[in-house]
């Protein structure tokens, strides 16, 4: 079985930073495609970024240029920097992780952005 944990979520300021976490533990000989997903309220679940086992990358539009995935391989671990939050970031942001045949998320962390 595999699990995922992120952490890294909290309440910032309108143009602030947070950094996401998400360790991916359990029966795992190589790390799949990752990526982050996020949900705001009344909202559909959404593709924030994703990246590939080879280390590539896409993006959705509205975080371009802000928003950076990545990963460390050896840890087991992904990572979302996110730089000039704006209060339309607020969201609950998951992590996904598709293995093999299988799709297996996180159980999310809140990022509130205040303006």
């Known amino acids: 079985q595999v699990q995922l944990v992120e952490s890294g979520g909290g309440l910032v300021q309108d143009g602030g930073s947070l950094r996401l976490s998400c360790v991916a533990s359990?029966?795992?000989?190589?790390?799949?495609?990752m990526a982050w997903f996020r949900q705001a309220p009344g909202k559909q679940r959404e593709l924030v970024a994703a990246?590939?086992?080879?280390?590539?990358?896409n993006y959705a539009d509205s975080v371009k240029g802000r928003f950076t995935i990545s990963r460390d391989n050896a840890k087991n671990t992904a990572f979302l920097q996110m730089n000039s939050l704006k209060p339309e970031d607020t969201a609950v942001y998951y992590c996904y992780l598709h293995l093999r045949v299988a799709d297996y998320w996180g159980q999310g962390t809140q990022v509130t952005v205040s303006s």
């Open positions: 990246i590939s086992t080879g280390g590539s990358t």
């Open positions: 359990g029966s795992i000989a190589s790390l799949g495609n």
